[in-house]
């Protein structure tokens, strides 16, 4: 999932996917779904996000990590 906003027309876009949108479902004021012919969904585009939701817990991330990897590479690296 990709996350786009632009702050100048205040507009977050979800891409869920890389297949292009055929239609979109406008499920509630300024809240669309972007769709496939076959009904797969491709993005959620949200006008007025600001005022919809807290920008800021999604504009930030998280990354957690399989401490299991990270340490095998660490023991490899360390060998070498």
């Known amino acids: 999932m990709k996350v786009h906003y632009d ?3 205040d507009a977050l876009y979800l891409e869920l996917g890389e297949e292009e949108p055929d239609g979109v479902i406008e499920i ?3 809240v669309n779904i972007d769709t496939t012919a076959d009904g797969r969904l491709t ?3 949200i006008l007025k ?3 919809k939701m ?3 817990t999604i504009l930030s991330y998280s990354l957690e990590l399989d401490r299991s990897i ?4 660490t023991v490899k690296q ?3």
């Open 54 to 56: 807290d920008l800021a």
């Open 28 to 30: 509630a004021e300024g």
């Open 78 to 80: 360390q060998s070498v």
């Open 43 to 45: 993005g959620i585009e």
């Open 7 to 9: 702050e100048e027309v």
């Open 49 to 51: 996000a600001s005022d």
């Open 70 to 73: 990270l340490r095998n590479n």
